[in-house]
Structure formats: structure tokens, C-alpha cells
T-cell receptor, first 114, second 114 residues
Framework: AQKVTQAQTEISVVEKEDVTLDCVYETRDTTYYLFWYKQPPSGELVFLIRRNSFDEQNEISGRYSWNFQKSTSSFNFTITASQVVDSAVYFCALSFQAGTALIFGKGTTLSVSS | DTGVSQDPRHKITKRGQNVTFRCDPISEHNRLYWYRQTLGQGPEFLTYFQNEAQLEKSRLLSDRFSAERPKGSFSTLEIQRTEQGDSAMYLC????????????FGSGTRLTVV
């Protein structure tokens, strides 16, 4: 079965705290793609990152970083020094070929207070 | 490039009525996707077009649902004989022919069936 699990339903932090959002996926395919999207209150899904299954290098983009570990089937997302503007629902997603349908997790709602 | 446009943003309809939503993808994107998102859930895949060909349909797409992309540009999603369970956000996304470096989502159409 192909599945994405985001076990954390809601996380609340205070500004400047670091926070990690967990994502665990299930697949039997050897080639797949992992994504993170942000959905702010306005509703539009904003693309954050795409990773293919052959690239296990961690990535950092500003305050955002991603840790991809095939051994544990995880693709975790860390926000360093969180800000109020980071408050949103974050989704992890999986696809099996470039351009095919995405399978989303249920999302993690992040609330950052000042 | 104005992104993916969806119309209308909101639709309230009475049970049993038919509704039609429109999606205009990014012009150079040949792939177009429809997803449905209910409260507290991640988006669920409905169907996918490559140019004008509908290549994949989810089991979620009952026979009351039909999608078209007649000239490989904009797409419409029609729901016939709406039911209260159809109330959801309907999201459209598009992606380019190569690389699929992230799918671009529209802001969605929120359907409420009363």
C-alpha cells in the first residue's frame, strides 16, 4: 500500500522555537518522489520542496531544512527560529512517477504565537 | 504567468442541483489535476489530464462526476445531482511536461451543498 502518515495533528510553538514536522511514507516502489506543501489560511497550497528517492542528501533553504532517511521511510521538515508567518497546515506528499497523482498525508497544523 | 486560476471561489448549491467548476492552468503546463479536500484532511486525487486526454481517474470520482479538458487548456469539473457529502474544497493543479518540479495549485473552489 502507498501511504503517507503525518502523526502530528497539531503543534503549537512560541516564536523563535525550532519545530520538526514528521512524515513517514509507505511504498514498495524503488522510484518515488516526496514533497512538502504549505497551506496558509488563504487555502492555496504552496510548494516547498521535492525530493526523488535516489537523492538522500538533506537540504536547507533559509530557515527550512529537510531530512530524508530511506532506512526509516521518513522525510521530516524542520523550521528553525519559527515565525508567526509560518502558521499554516503543512502536508507531506508522495508520487510514483514525475507528473502523476500526489498522495497526501492528513497534514500538521502549526501554530506559532508571538 | 498568473498561476492556476479557479472559478468560482465559492459555490453554494441546493442538494440535487448540478454544478460546474473551471480551472485555467499555467499556460505551458500540459498536465492538469483535480483534487478534493475536506475539512481536516489532505487533498485526495480525483483525476488527471495530459493535454486533452484523461489518463487517470480515482475511485472517488463517482459517475456523478465528470471532468473535461477539451482543447488541452482549461478544464471543467461537473458534479451532477449534488449531495451533502460533496461539500468540500475542489483544488486544481498543473505541472509542466518535464521535470515536474512541483505541482502548482490554484486557490480552490469551496462547494457547500445545503
Amino acid at each position: 500500500a502507498q501511504k503517507v502518515t503525518q502523526a502530528q495533528t497539531e503543534i503549537s510553538v512560541v516564536e523563535k522555537e525550532d519545530v520538526t514536522l514528521d512524515c513517514v511514507y509507505e511504498t514498495r516502489d524503488t522510484t518515488y518522489y516526496l514533497f512538502w506543501y504549505k497551506q496558509p489560511p488563504s487555502g492555496e497550497l504552496v510548494f516547498l520542496i521535492r525530493r526523488n528517492s535516489f537523492d538522500e542528501q538533506n537540504e536547507i533553504s533559509g530557515r527550512y531544512s529537510w531530512n530524508f532517511q530511506k532506512s526509516t521511510s521518513s522525510f521530516n521538515f524542520t523550521i528553525t527560529a519559527s515565525q508567526v508567518v509560518d502558521s499554516a497546515v503543512y502536508f507531506c506528499a508522495l508520487s510514483f512517477q514525475a507528473g502523476t497523482a500526489l498522495i497526501f498525508g492528513k497534514g500538521t497544523t502549526l501554530s506559532v504565537s508571538s | 504567468d498568473t498561476g492556476v486560476s479557479q472559478d468560482p471561489r465559492h459555490k453554494i448549491t441546493k442538494r440535487g442541483q448540478n454544478v460546474t467548476f473551471r480551472c485555467d492552468p499555467i499556460s505551458e503546463h500540459n498536465r492538469l489535476y483535480w483534487y478534493r479536500q475536506t475539512l481536516g484532511q489532505g487533498p485526495e486525487f480525483l483525476t488527471y489530464f495530459q493535454n486533452e486526454a484523461q489518463l487517470e481517474k480515482s475511485r472517488l470520482l463517482s459517475d456523478r462526476f465528470s471532468a473535461e479538458r477539451p482543447k488541452g487548456s482549461f478544464s471543467t469539473l461537473e458534479i451532477q445531482r449534488t449531495e451533502q457529502g460533496d461539500s468540500a474544497m475542489y483544488l486544481c493543479a498543473s505541472s509542466p511536461p518535464y521535470g515536474s518540479y512541483g505541482y502548482t495549485f490554484g486557490s480552490g473552489t469551496r462547494l457547500t451543498v445545503v
